[in-house]
């Protein structure tokens, strides 16, 4: 065990007392909220928007794993690589198996 010498409490020797590492897990979150761009500038406008709803509107079940419903719509060839949001570049996709892609292509 060790002491904090800000809030002087026991931790474990490895990590950081509770009030400390709440306040570090708030500073980083406001310094990754500051340099994240927003959707918009990612990419994210009107033509997806309305292709994303056409996607999830014809196919209720996620494209990838076909057992949960579909909430969003996955790019196929990802933005950051030359994607683009046309309807044919799009397929439904539940939040995790879109989120668990990443960057990577299909």
Not at 25 to 50: F, I, V
Request: with cysteine; aromatic share 6%; hydrophobic share 30%.
């Amino acid at each position: 065990m060790s002491m904090c010498s800000r809030y002087t409490r026991l931790y474990p020797l490895g990590s950081r007392c509770v009030p400390c590492a709440k306040a570090g897990a708030k500073r980083q979150e406001r310094k990754r909220q500051h340099t994240r761009s927003s959707p918009w500038e990612r990419g994210y406008n009107t033509q997806y928007l309305k292709a994303r709803a056409a996607i999830l509107a014809a196919t209720p079940l996620c494209a990838v794993c076909y057992s949960r419903p579909a909430t969003t719509a996955d790019h196929i060839a990802t933005l950051s690589r030359g994607g683009m949001n046309d309807i044919q570049n799009l397929r439904p996709a539940c939040g995790p198996c879109n989120f668990s892609r990443g960057n990577r292509t299909a």
